[in-house]
């Protein structure tokens, strides 16, 4: 059988199947032309088409294949579960790998799958995401990290490490490597040990930081501004707050039924003071009917409610810091004389202040949230209710003239 013979049999269109080689078929089927290629495997009969047809793949070409099909089947090997297996998702990039590894473990695996997605996006995916698995090196690695350090981010340099080690720990799993190119990195190589953060505000820094944001509504929003001095009044996780839903609330008895999506996995009420029920009327304007305590600012948003860098990008820029625009802003909080600081230093801000306060420990930790530790954890079911409203009453007596005085100021 030649090439003009098949050429022919092509035109005219007829079904048909026309042995080639030993084991080797061409067919026609609706009209279009295949290779096929019959074998035994198991004692069972069973054929599978080539990938290519012709005139694509030549005789000589489609010989050499069934040929290489034959040679499996004799070692065992089924050339339709060789064929499957090679025909699944191929990872090629480390996007492709970040993907997988998304979707075959992170987001089974981790309560907050989200964490690590957003270490990826913006601290890896710009450096490494294109690259060839296989193409990326250890000096690669090191430049990501160094990237990060410039920004003057520690804690986030060595976060994205870890990260980094885990992504192609899997790719390693997979045998698509042989070696992970982070693994010999060690904190050292980025940052160094962290210690905890212990930075926290001073009343009397706390009056500058408020009377600055809200000179400056500008740059750091009513909405953000809110935020920050719920996160400070009811010492809550950002997370927490920003994911907040309306029907959570009950305004009447002065309180929020957070549900069980928290990091301690456990339903708490939340006693809301004066002050914080007037910041969630506020809220409830400026929400504009949606579910959502802060409802995503862009229709293009893929969760309901603000992104998690929200916030910290608006104080970032109080600080100066460049934003994605590159644009840059005065460090109006420096110049103010504070002390750089983070979100998240607002919660443990909210509990030295309950210490300062003269607040029982067991009910301060419990006014954060915090999940009892050991023999205390099995013993003590008490939720201390009365006792936690008792404390961010007077916790908001003591920051109400600060963080939310009279609404004059921003008209």
């Avoid at 060595?158 to 904190?187: C, D, G, S, W």
């Avoid at 009377?211 to 009044?233: E, G, M, P, Q």
């Avoid at 609330?249 to 339903?267: A, E, G, Q, Y």
């Avoid at 607040?359 to 939720?383: M, T, W």
Wanted: charged share 25%; hydrophobic share 35%; proline share 4%.
């Amino acid at each position: 059988m030649n090439n003009k013979q098949l050429d022919a049999l092509i035109r005219a269109g007829n079904p048909i199947m026309i042995a080639i080689d030993s084991g080797l078929y061409f067919r026609i089927a609706r009209g279009k032309p295949s290779w096929v290629v019959k074998y035994t495997i198991n004692g069972k009969r069973s054929q599978v088409a080539l990938a290519n047809a012709y005139p694509i793949h030549s005789i000589t070409q489609a010989k050499q294949d069934a040929l290489q099909i034959r040679a499996d089947v004799n070692l065992g090997i089924d050339p339709k579960a060789k064929r499957k297996r090679h025909q699944q998702t191929q990872l090629h990039t480390v996007n492709d790998l970040f993907n997988d590894w998304c979707i075959n473990d992170i987001d089974k695996r981790l309560k907050h799958p989200d964490v690590p997605k957003r270490f990826y996006k913006n601290e890896m995916k710009k450096t490494i995401g294109n690259c060839a698995i296989k193409d990326v090196t250890p000096t690669d690695i090191r430049e990501m990290v160094n990237t990060v350090l410039k920004t003057n981010r520690p804690s986030t340099a060595n976060k994205t490490l870890m990260y980094a080690k885990q992504l192609f720990k899997h790719a390693v799993k997979l045998n698509l490597i042989r070696y992970n190119p982070a693994q010999a990195f060690t904190e050292n190589d980025a940052a160094g040990h962290q210690e905890g953060r212990k930075r926290h505000l001073s009343l009397s820094e706390i009056e500058i930081v408020f009377l600055t944001l809200r000179k400056h509504n500008d740059i750091f929003t009513r909405d953000n501004y809110l935020a920050c001095s719920l996160l400070l009044l009811l010492g809550t996780r950002k997370g927490e707050l920003i994911s907040a839903q309306w029907h959570q609330f009950d305004i009447k008895n002065r309180l929020w039924h957070m549900s069980i999506d928290n990091k301690t996995n456990t339903p708490i009420s939340i006693p809301l003071s004066d002050t914080a029920i007037a910041i969630l009327k506020e809220l409830h304007i400026r929400a504009c009917g949606s579910e959502y305590v802060f409802p995503a600012r862009r229709l293009s948003k893929k969760q309901p409610f603000i992104s998690h860098d929200t916030i910290n990008h608006a104080l970032s820029k109080m600080f100066g810091n460049t934003n994605k625009k590159r644009r840059v802003t005065p460090n109006y909080l420096g110049e103010a004389g504070i002390e750089h600081f983070t979100i998240h230093d607002l919660r443990r801000t909210c509990r030295s202040l309950l210490a300062k306060l003269g607040i029982q420990f067991s009910v301060a930790e419990r006014c954060l949230n915090h999940k009892p530790k050991g023999i205390e954890a099995v013993y003590n079911q008490h939720d201390y209710l009365d006792e936690r409203r008792e404390a961010l009453d007077l916790l908001a007596n003591t920051l109400s003239h600060l963080i939310y005085p009279s609404t004059a100021e921003f008209k």
